[in-house]
């Protein structure tokens, strides 16, 4: 992941993953993109903040895989992946991608 922050695989995970699903009418095929740049993603965490905060933030990106259910329930599809994206993005660059300057 040399060069490429750990956030923007996760948070092109998340939609990737939702518009692979919703584009090809297959939800697994949407599941192995989440899933693919969460294992990317979980890597650059570990390399530049430890097994802890790699650990930690794979929950994160989990629940807000989870948690886009119910939001766009509320405020749309588009607009929930978005935001949680956005939220593990930035949880990732606190926590981890800052570091790799």
């Keep these: 992941m040399a060069g ?3 956030g923007v ?3 092109g ?3 990737g993953g939702y518009g692979v699903a919703r ?3 297959r939800r ?3 599941g192995v993109v989440l899933a693919a740049a969460g294992v990317a993603a979980t890597r650059g965490w570990k390399e530049r903040g430890g097994a802890g905060t790699a650990a930690a933030l794979s929950g994160l990106y989990v629940a807000a895989f989870a948690g886009s259910h119910p939001l766009a329930k ?3 599809a588009w607009p929930a992946v978005a ?3 956005g939220g593990v993005a930035l949880a990732s660059w606190a926590a ?3 570091r790799a300057g």
Excluded: N
């Design 28 to 30: 697994p095929l949407g």
């Design 83 to 85: 935001a949680v994206a």
């Design 13 to 15: 995970g998340l939609v």
């Design 96 to 98: 981890a991608d800052r």
């Design 9 to 11: 695989v996760a948070a």
């Design 74 to 76: 509320k405020i749309g």
């Design 23 to 25: 584009w090809t009418k």
């Design 4 to 6: 490429v922050p750990a």
